[in-house]
């Protein structure tokens, strides 16, 4: 049931949540307004959380098998963020129970290029998984993503807990080395346009990583005026400098630190942190190499081979209006 767009079911929990649901709570257990009150809210709640748990369950349906079964009877748009964090939690949680490892983070449409290119405004973040991390040089197939797209990227080798009470320099010396990057996408939005909320639960549709060699960060490194050049096949596709990537990687880095503690997170001891691109998402075909070259930092290089085009994707009759 609609009524001026909107579900009205979501928008019940939306006025109980945000603007009586204190007040609701404060009152005695006695009065029927009150007790009719706490019964709808708790409905509410538990038909939200089961449409965040469906969302979850769509997202690894995706991820494992490029193709999406509604279960979910709501717009994903109609989410708050903490809640599409939520479904990216569970969907995370799923893949670790399948023997997956969470290896670090992700910040997303930190640069002003892919914030035009996708139509969002914020950062997002995500997890780093194994076994989707590769070694420099690593070989793909261009099946095994639903629209391959590729970034050229920073890794941050972590070396120490991040606290948001960390100043700026021990924040900068938590970061033991730096690696040159490529990140891989599956790049697909599945409910309608670019958004927020669908980039976040779908873990910043995130695909895999590939890791070139380490190399120590200098006292004297300015990360803001890092260059990095994405080439396919040896032409020249895309180019930036870190300070497109929130004025610098370090505010990013910053940034990661505070939305974590803030959920109850941190970046651990370990962990590589990819601050995010200084240029747009670049499209790759069957045949493609590509590297990813940094004024300081090196290069690495991914190749794709196979089948390339638009590879099948599958949604069900039922997604269809949403």
């Not at 803001?224 to 370090?250: C, D």
Request: hydrophobic letters at 40%.
């Amino acid at each position: 049931m609609t009524e001026g767009g909107q579900n009205v079911k979501l928008w019940t929990f939306e006025v109980i949540s945000s603007e009586t649901r204190q007040d609701y709570q404060a009152l005695p257990a006695i009065g029927a307004r009150a007790r009719i009150a706490r019964n709808a809210m708790r409905q509410v709640e538990a038909n939200l959380n089961r449409e965040v748990e469906a969302f979850s369950c769509e997202m690894l349906e995706i991820f494992q098998r490029h193709q999406l079964t509604r279960q979910t009877t709501i717009d994903i748009n109609s989410l708050s963020l903490e809640q599409a964090y939520q479904v990216q939690d569970r969907y995370v949680a799923a893949r670790v129970s399948l023997g997956e490892r969470v290896v670090g983070w992700k910040v997303g449409c930190t640069s002003k290029a892919i914030r035009e290119q996708l139509g969002l405004a914020q950062p997002i973040c995500g997890r780093l998984l194994k076994p989707y991390v590769h070694e420099d040089d690593a070989d793909f197939l261009v099946s095994d993503f639903i629209n391959c797209a590729v970034e050229p990227e920073m890794i941050f080798h972590i070396g120490t807990d991040l606290l948001a009470t960390m100043d700026d320099v021990a924040l900068m010396n938590s970061i033991v080395a730096v690696s040159p990057g490529i990140e891989l996408h599956n790049y697909r939005f599945w409910y309608g346009k670019p958004s927020s909320q669908e980039l976040i639960a779908a873990n910043g549709i995130h695909a895999a990583l590939v890791v070139g060699r380490q190399r120590p960060l200098l006292p004297d490194t300015d990360l803001a005026l890092e260059r990095v050049e994405l080439l396919v096949n040896g032409g020249l596709a895309a180019s930036g400098i870190g300070t497109e990537i929130m004025g610098g990687p370090f505010n990013s880095l910053r940034w990661l630190v505070r939305h974590l503690s803030k959920r109850g997170d941190r970046v651990h001891a370990g962990d590589l942190v990819i601050p995010g691109s200084a240029v747009r998402l670049v499209t790759v075909t069957a045949g493609d190499t590509l590297e990813a070259s940094f004024t300081t930092f090196g290069r690495c290089r991914a190749c794709f081979r196979g089948i390339s085009g638009n590879q099948q994707v599958k949604t069900s009759p039922a997604a269809k209006g949403h």
